[in-house]
């Protein structure tokens, strides 16, 4: 899966409401572990995957307090 797969979903296929979006994006690109194996330009795609998905449960915990 990958960012464009979820844009070309339908609408009605993504969560309401950020929390069940964080929720989900949280599934669906679960942090992982690089391995030695991994390209520098695949282990930047997948830091950057989950950079946005850290920067939303920040901004949800923010708004909790």
């Avoid at 969560?15 to 679960?30: G, R, V």
Wanted: net charge negative.
């Amino acid at each position: 899966d990958n960012i464009m797969s979820i844009l070309n979903k339908n609408k009605s296929d993504l969560p309401d409401n950020l929390h069940d979006l964080i929720k989900y994006l949280d599934k669906t690109y679960p942090n992982r572990t690089s391995q030695p194996s991994d390209s520098l330009a695949e282990i930047m795609y997948t830091s950057g995957q989950r950079s946005i998905i850290d920067f939303l449960k920040q901004k949800l915990n923010d708004q909790e307090v």
